[in-house]
């Protein structure tokens, strides 16, 4: 999943024998670098190029497939190299296209049956770099097959006394997240604003969306309803479904 091959147009600078896959929905006039090591390919199938390299990256593509195509995909990038950078997008992180988001300890588990080990390598290094986009400052864990030499360099530089992946989730997604909700509650606010007045079922279809898509962030309770919950106000909600919804749960004895 090199998309247009910003990765390999950087280690092509450093003179690398170096070969990027990727699906027939990447043009080729958007490919950084040389076009010549690029190849269509889909990701879903199993692959071999006939040949082993030393580093294989596979960096936010595994959210952009099906989950049954999972361990495929993690066969195929073993298959090539004995040593794997790979990150992929953890639930709720949200994407274009992002039809499997799952944590690291899922992945750690399919490399684990194909023989390798997990090693949190890049994370202390780049976390706090602000440079570095934050889905590979939360997920890029570093793959090795067991037993081989790079092993015991890669376990020195990983923190210490890690025996799983640690499924983090970094402030700025967080705040993503965030961001996020509180624009869609913004909009569904102005939206209200302007059609309280109609009951045109057309007109009122974007208060719906966003209220289903507020709604689906959330939980199933307004947006308003969590922030009275997390600022400990009681759940002292003010959207009628809300209400409605906190009398028909039985009371604690």
Same mark, same amino acid.
């Given at each position: 999943?090199?998309?247009?091959?910003?990765?390999?147009?950087?280690?092509?600078?450093?003179?690398?024998?170096?070969?990027?896959?990727?699906?027939?929905?990447?043009?080729?006039?958007?490919?950084?670098?040389?076009?010549?090591?690029?190849?269509?390919?889909?990701? &879903?199938? %199993? @692959?071999? $190029?006939?040949?082993?390299?030393?580093?294989?990256? *596979? !960096?936010?593509?595994?959210?952009? #497939?099906?989950?049954?195509?999972?361990?495929?995909?993690?066969?195929?990038?073993?298959?090539?190299?004995?040593?794997v950078l790979?990150?992929?997008?953890?639930?709720?992180?949200?994407?274009?296209?992002?039809?499997?988001?799952?944590?690291?300890?899922?992945?750690a588990e399919?490399?684990?049956?194909?023989?390798?080990?997990?090693?949190?390598?890049?994370?202390?290094?780049?976390?706090?770099?602000?440079?570095?986009?934050?889905?590979?400052?939360?997920?890029?864990?570093?793959?090795?097959?067991?037993?081989?030499?790079?092993?015991?360099?890669?376990?020195?530089?990983?923190?210490?006394?890690? &025996?799983? %992946? @640690?499924? $983090?989730?970094?402030?700025?997604?967080?705040?993503? *997240? !965030?961001?996020?909700?509180?624009? #869609?509650?913004?909009?569904?606010?102005?939206?209200?604003?302007?059609?309280?007045?109609?009951?045109?079922?057309?007109?009122?279809?974007?208060?719906?969306?966003?209220?289903?898509?507020?709604?689906?962030?959330?939980?199933?309770?307004?947006?308003?309803?969590?922030?009275?919950?997390?600022?400990?106000?009681?759940?002292?909600?003010?959207?009628?479904?809300?209400?409605?919804?906190?009398?028909?749960?039985?009371?604690?004895?």
């Amino acid at each position: 999943g090199c998309g247009s091959g910003a990765w390999l147009a950087a280690a092509q600078a450093f003179d690398l024998n170096i070969s990027g896959l990727d699906g027939a929905v990447v043009p080729r006039e958007t490919l950084e670098g040389d076009a010549a090591w690029f190849r269509t390919a889909d990701l &879903t199938k %199993p @692959l071999d $190029l006939g040949r082993e390299f030393d580093l294989a990256l *596979c !960096l936010e593509v595994a959210a952009h #497939l099906p989950a049954e195509s999972a361990a495929i995909l993690v066969d195929n990038t073993v298959r090539h190299a004995a040593a794997v950078l790979f990150s992929g997008a953890v639930p709720g992180q949200g994407g274009h296209d992002h039809i499997n988001e799952a944590w690291p300890d899922i992945w750690a588990e399919h490399f684990d049956r194909a023989g390798y080990d997990c090693l949190d390598v890049f994370r202390p290094m780049f976390w706090t770099d602000a440079s570095v986009e934050f889905w590979y400052r939360q997920s890029a864990l570093l793959f090795v097959r067991r037993g081989h030499a790079i092993e015991d360099l890669a376990r020195a530089a990983a923190w210490p006394e890690q &025996t799983d %992946p @640690l499924p $983090l989730v970094h402030p700025k997604a967080i705040q993503h *997240c !965030l961001d996020t909700v509180l624009r #869609l509650e913004r909009e569904k606010q102005t939206a209200s604003d302007q059609i309280r007045k109609t009951k045109s079922w057309r007109l009122t279809a974007p208060l719906r969306w966003l209220d289903q898509r507020l709604r689906s962030l959330c939980g199933g309770l307004s947006f308003r309803a969590h922030l009275a919950i997390a600022c400990g106000r009681g759940g002292r909600f003010r959207c009628k479904e809300d209400r409605a919804a906190r009398k028909r749960t039985p009371r604690e004895s």
